[in-house]
């Protein structure tokens, strides 16, 4: 191309170098984003059916990371799409905004977390090792391990062997739900408080 020349916006960069070897392969998938973004700004502003979701939306759409389709979305945004309740049981619970969602978790970063995921599709966070998405680090550090652990951890029952115990754990009590007895012992009432 000549100096002078503009570069064809058509054109792809290829640019590899510190790209995963699946996303070199030519994946259409964006690193930031799991929708195609028209078509999810059409299908949240119609699920957005309130004045405070519908600003919360408009607030997210026009936010720097929505608009370029990189990195992750603002928490503080996105909080504003669940609504705190107060349960029969005292107890407080998120629910989603969104209409037709029956969303609801006790915890506040859990709801965040399910609306910047899977209403939005925003997963910033790759495995380096197999380009698989998540919306929290956490859970792709704890998914990342999994390439690089042996299986260090049998089954009391059978010769599985699991990278996590969890994972051991979880396979006995399904597989071999005769045999199963926890690892903690049996279940215990906890003692109420007067």
């Known amino acids: 191309m000549a100096a002078n020349q503009a570069p064809n916006t058509n054109e792809q960069v290829n ?27 059409a299908l949240l502003r119609e699920q957005a059916d309130t004045s405070i979701a519908r600003n919360a939306v408009d607030n997210v759409f026009s936010s720097t990371q929505w608009q370029e389709q990189r990195g992750e979305l ?39 977390e399910h609306i910047r995921g899977f209403h939005f599709g925003n997963k910033p966070f790759l495995c380096s090792q197999c380009n698989k998405a998540f919306t929290r680090r956490h859970d792709r550090d704890t998914h990342s391990a999994t390439h690089n652990r042996t299986a260090s951890f049998q089954c009391r029952y059978c010769l599985s062997m699991f990278t996590r115990v969890a994972n051991q754990y979880r396979h006995e009590r399904n597989a071999h739900p005769d045999q199963y007895e926890d690892p903690n012992g049996p279940e215990q009432d906890l003692p109420t408080s007067p």
Do not use: I, W
């Open 15 to 41: 640019n590899t170098e510190g790209v995963p070897e699946l996303a070199q392969r030519g994946d259409e998938r964006p690193p930031y984003f799991e929708y195609n973004r028209s078509e999810r700004e």
């Open 74 to 112: 603002d928490r503080f945004q996105l909080a504003v799409l669940y609504q705190a309740r107060q349960e029969s049981d005292g107890s407080e619970s998120f629910h989603c905004r969104f209409s037709g969602c029956n969303y609801m978790n006790k915890e506040s970063t859990n709801a965040v």
